[in-house]
């Protein structure tokens, strides 16, 4: 099956810096999502992204698909920003049925 | 989007019980999940569970550890039966038709003690 692979898988930020989370994945997808996973464990959709470049406030993302890789671009990080930043990949599981796969996510902690 | 419902949002539980989790949907979908996250782990799907049908299970999962309800198509039941520590998760439902966005519920955090 497909492998989906995120970098860094833990991340200390200082607040008020940035960072950038990778995602590679082994084979071609029908489309790419970046959730955040809250302490409470509640995943947060933050980008459907099968190709190309989103905004929504200091957060943005980027997928490349020829190149097989997705970037999560976060700025100005606040603690709220706290948790685990999972992508996840859809692939043709067949009998038309599509599938989910996870990465292992990137528990990233923004100190005050 | 999909806005999903899932209770309880959390249990403790005794080794050797049952806990039914329910998630309701506020739309039409033809096709739920069931996603299991142990302790630091990432998701694994569990089953995808089809209105009138039988849920389909992956690999290592079995219908009589975690059998699933779909009595309509906005509404589906995952129980896990028989519970041992091992089973203490995070355990989340799941709605997004093929090849477009998938929505979870809050997720229910499960201790068996």
Redesign the interface.
């Known amino acids: 099956g497909i492998q989906v692979e995120q970098s860094p898988p833990d991340l200390i930020l200082q607040e008020g810096a940035n960072s950038t989370l990778r995602c590679n994945f082994s084979d071609s997808v029908?489309?790419l999502?970046w959730?955040h996973q809250n302490p409470?464990?509640?995943?947060i959709?933050l980008f459907?992204i099968p190709s190309g470049t989103k905004q929504n406030g200091r957060l943005s993302a980027t997928t490349v698909a020829t190149e097989r890789y997705s970037l999560l671009y976060i700025s100005s990080s606040q603690t709220t920003d706290s948790g685990v930043y999972?992508c996840?990949v859809?692939t043709?599981s067949g009998a038309?049925?599509?599938?989910?796969t996870?990465?292992?996510?990137t528990k990233l902690s923004v100190i005050p | 989007?999909a806005v999903i419902s899932q209770k309880p949002?959390r249990d403790i539980c005794q080794r050797g019980t049952s806990l039914t989790i329910q998630c309701q949907v506020d739309s039409q979908v033809t096709?739920m999940?069931w996603y299991r996250?142990q302790p630091g782990?990432?998701?694994t799907?569990i089953a995808?569970a089809n209105q009138g049908s039988e849920a389909?299970y992956e690999s290592g999962f079995v219908i009589d550890k975690f059998p699933i309800s779909r009595p309509n198509l906005t509404f589906s039941t995952l129980t896990v039966s028989n519970m041992s520590p091992e089973d203490s998760s995070?355990y989340?439902c799941?709605v997004?038709?093929?090849?477009?966005?998938?929505?979870?519920g809050?997720?229910t955090?499960l201790t068996v003690v």
């Open positions: 029908n489309n999502q959730f409470w464990g509640q995943l959709n459907y999972f996840a859809d043709y038309g049925s599509y599938q989910l996870f990465g292992k996510g | 989007s949002s096709m999940f996250q782990q990432s998701l799907l995808t389909t995070i989340l799941s997004g038709e093929g090849n477009t966005e998938a929505f979870f809050q997720g955090r």
